[in-house]
């Protein structure tokens, strides 16, 4: 039996504007936490899959530094909430993180990844929610320009690391080299694109340029065509990731190639001696920083101890240290921010001018890509060394 028409609206308007008053709605994106007790942050890490030697230190240091700025009174009188995801080094599942820290978790800002094919998978959604990303050690110099105005990064780019080995290889071993790099990997076929051109600048011959592909495990063809050669190059340079760079190394040294072989911050991995075993000596890589808890500088020393205490280990790599400074980096900015507003930490990262990281001191300026120096590291008995600290007389365009 229905209710009376005139009873029916006031019943209804009642139950809505009641219903009204239970229903808050969602807050946009950057703003979410600006009245809150936490501030949202986005971690977006390769805890699992073939990325994870890099990454997980990266986020481990992430979330120490976390830690201790929540110890010490957080930032604007609230407690960071750092919201790490494990992007499993799967370009679909980094996509749907991506989304997950907009739209779900409602971050105010996003860190992580160590890889620039990760970045490029989630920049771009976060880019489109306005919110600020930095990444802790994707070291394309593209990437301000491939997602946008909100993406920095706290290391060094591919081409002033590549321009460190190639002058480095050039004054240290000589004016011939061997090229080979992984094709299948934006970083890898980046980095060795610029070592070519600074190399040969420099007035370098490469005897011979080869590739592989990212997943290949056996590399006898390419070292059959280097056992061809009339005369062996004065190094060998391979741009190659963490999870293939023990192999092609030890692969080398079997085949009887035991010349110097330079890479990059790839190589900055346990997993580089733990599988190539003494065929990693006379191997050098640019990186970072050493992580060494008596010959690095007074800030690694203080972080190893931090980082050992919380983790019970050292940290495996200077990823674990990049990782570190970005939290701290993304807290200062937040800081001079006064605000947890996405436009105004953009604003506050952008102008920041000499930050006391770890792992240098970071600046930006015309470009969100900061310009650092550059630890390359040599392998003897099995350690890493310092081999040398240096800053590219000449870098090449990104």
Not at 187 to 214: A, C, I, N, P
Not at 314 to 327: C, I, R, S
Request: proline share 5%.
């Amino acid at each position: 039996m229905m209710k009376p028409k005139s009873l029916v609206l006031p019943i209804l308007l009642v139950f809505s504007l009641l219903l009204g008053a239970c229903v808050t709605p969602a807050a946009p994106a950057g703003s979410a936490t600006t009245t809150g007790d936490s501030i949202k942050i986005g971690g977006g890490f390769a805890l699992t899959g073939d990325e994870s030697a890099l990454d997980l230190p990266a986020a481990n240091g992430a979330q120490l530094a976390a830690k201790e700025i929540n110890a010490a009174g957080g930032v604007l009188g609230k407690q960071i909430d750092l919201i790490v995801h494990d992007s499993q080094y799967k370009m679909d599942v980094t996509a749907q993180i991506a989304k997950q820290f907009v739209e779900e978790d409602k971050a105010v800002a996003v860190i992580g990844f160590t890889d620039t094919d990760s970045v490029l998978a989630s920049g771009p959604t976060i880019q489109n929610a306005g919110l600020p990303f930095i990444t802790a050690g994707a070291t394309s110099p593209k990437i301000p320009t491939q997602v946008g105005d909100k993406m920095f990064l706290a290391c060094f780019g591919d081409n002033v690391q590549a321009a460190a080995g190639a002058e480095f290889g050039f004054n240290k071993f000589g004016k011939s080299a061997y090229l080979l790099w992984d094709k299948g990997v934006e970083y890898t076929t980046l980095l060795g694109g610029y070592f070519k051109s600074r190399y040969t600048e420099l007035g370098g011959t490469l005897v011979l340029e080869d590739q592989y592909d990212d997943k290949a495990t056996d590399f006898s063809a390419q070292i059959a065509k280097i056992k061809a050669l009339a005369t062996q190059p004065d190094f060998y340079y391979i741009a190659a990731m963490p999870y293939n760079v023990g192999p092609v190394v030890k692969q080398f040294r079997d085949a009887g190639l035991t010349g110097p072989i330079i890479g990059g911050d790839g190589y900055d991995t346990p997993d580089l001696v733990s599988v190539a075993g003494a065929a990693a000596e006379n191997v050098f890589f640019t990186t970072h920083a050493l992580m060494d808890a008596t010959g690095g500088t007074d800030p690694i020393k203080k972080f190893i101890a931090a980082y050992k205490k919380e983790y019970s280990h050292d940290p495996e790599n200077a990823f674990a240290a990049l990782g570190y400074d970005t939290m701290y980096l993304l807290a200062d900015a937040i800081k001079r921010a006064g605000s947890t507003d996405a436009e105004a930490i953009t604003k506050a990262i952008k102008e920041t001018k000499d930050f006391p990281g770890i792992t240098g001191k970071i600046t930006f300026g015309a470009s969100n890509v900061p310009q650092k120096g550059v630890t390359i590291i040599a392998i003897k008995d099995g350690k890493f060394t310092l081999g040398a600290e240096v800053v590219p007389e000449k870098v090449p365009a990104p």
